[in-house]
């Protein structure tokens, strides 16, 4: 299974990709956690990345491209793979199909998850994410168990740097006019699958197999 994950900040793509990779038995390749563990590991990339993460702008094809090429000819993505943050621009998506025909495969099924803005602003303004395994949580919607631990490994959690109110509604711009042009890409490519991504995470969830299911 080569699947996508499209859908503005805060649908949910991180926390349903953790879910669907596992149940599909697929590695989840997430361009933003890839991102965030090079500007804490402080790596050549992290430094090129952290300005534009920062402003919530996306970091500059050629960085990204080369990175997901790297991470999708790693061993355990050869059988296939989940992607959520990537393709963020028709750009991107040209590349990956170029990436797969090379690799003589391509996508099976994009998946949008859609969501209001309102409902993307008090999502990522409670997000609460651990540093150690990338597990997300909600102060509200999905509270860890121990306050401010992951109830995976203890971890203090954190809030990340581009959730403050005004860098969510840049993203959110950039969201609009960069990615959401890939929704009607995909659709023409008869990939495009569409769910609502509102109500309980598990519900969300069962939709999104049920959508997988019924395009692969
Ligand atoms: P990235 O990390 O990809 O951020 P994003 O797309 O803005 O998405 P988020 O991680 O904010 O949200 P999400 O949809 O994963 O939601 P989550 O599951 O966490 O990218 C960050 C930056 O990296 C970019 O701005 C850019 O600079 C760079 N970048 C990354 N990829 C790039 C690319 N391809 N090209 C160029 N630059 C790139 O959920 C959000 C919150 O809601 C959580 O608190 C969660 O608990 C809660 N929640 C989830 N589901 C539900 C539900 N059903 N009900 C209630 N609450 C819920
Ligand atoms: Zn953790």
Do not use: W
């Not at 996508?4 to 991180?14: I, S």
């Not at 003589?104 to 609460?128: A, I, K, N, Q």
């Amino acid at each position: 299974m080569r699947a996508v994950l499209v859908g503005p900040p805060g649908a949910g793509k991180g926390t349903q990709a953790q879910i669907l990779a596992a149940e599909l038995s697929i590695p989840k390749v997430s361009t933003g956690d890839i991102f965030r563990a090079n500007v804490s590991g402080g790596t050549e990339l992290g430094k090129k990345a952290k300005e534009y993460m920062d402003r919530g702008d996306l970091v500059p094809d050629e960085v990204t491209n080369a990175m997901v090429k790297d991470r999708l000819a790693q061993e355990d993505a050869v059988g296939g793979f989940l992607l959520d943050g990537f393709p963020r621009n028709v750009p991107q998506a040209e590349t990956l199909k170029g990436m797969l025909r090379d690799l003589d495969t391509r996508l099976d099924v994009v998946l949008e998850l859609r969501v209001d803005e309102d409902e993307v602003v008090r999502r990522l303004s409670g997000r609460r994410s651990c540093p150690q395994c990338g597990r997300v949580y909600h102060v509200e919607y999905d509270p860890p168990k121990a306050e401010g631990r992951c109830d995976d490994d203890g971890a203090a959690l954190y809030q990340r740097d581009d959730d403050r109110e005004e860098t969510i509604r840049h993203r959110l711009k950039v969201y609009r006019e960069q990615t959401a042009p890939l929704v009607e890409y995909y659709e023409k490519e008869g990939l495009l699958a569409t769910i609502a991504a509102t109500g309980p995470v598990a519900e969300v969830s069962g939709r999104a197999m049920a959508a997988i299911e019924g395009k692969a």
